[in-house]
């Protein structure tokens, strides 16, 4: 995911929710967050699907989602 294509979910930040305004940056490598220049808050990149915070590696999730889809 691009940092473009983040936003800042914060409610105090002045550009809540604004897509491509140039204020979200990378800050991590392992675990994908970005850092919003404007009020300072780290966003994660899986924030809002069913894989943040999660501790189980994505794939295996993805394949026992998919298994118990097919019965």
């Known amino acids: 995911m ?13 550009l809540r929710s604004q897509r491509g305004q140039g204020n ?3 800050h991590g490598q392992k675990e994908r967050r970005f850092l919003c220049t404007a009020c300072g808050h780290a966003v994660a990149a899986s924030k809002g699907t069913p894989f943040y ?9 993805t394949l026992v989602l998919a298994l118990l889809g097919h019965g």
Do not use: N, Q, Y
């Not at 915070?53 to 999730?61: G, I, S």
């Open 2 to 14: 691009k940092p473009s294509d983040m936003f800042c979910d914060h409610p105090d930040c002045p």
């Open 24 to 26: 979200i940056i990378g």
């Open 53 to 61: 915070r999660l501790r189980t590696p994505a794939e295996r999730v």
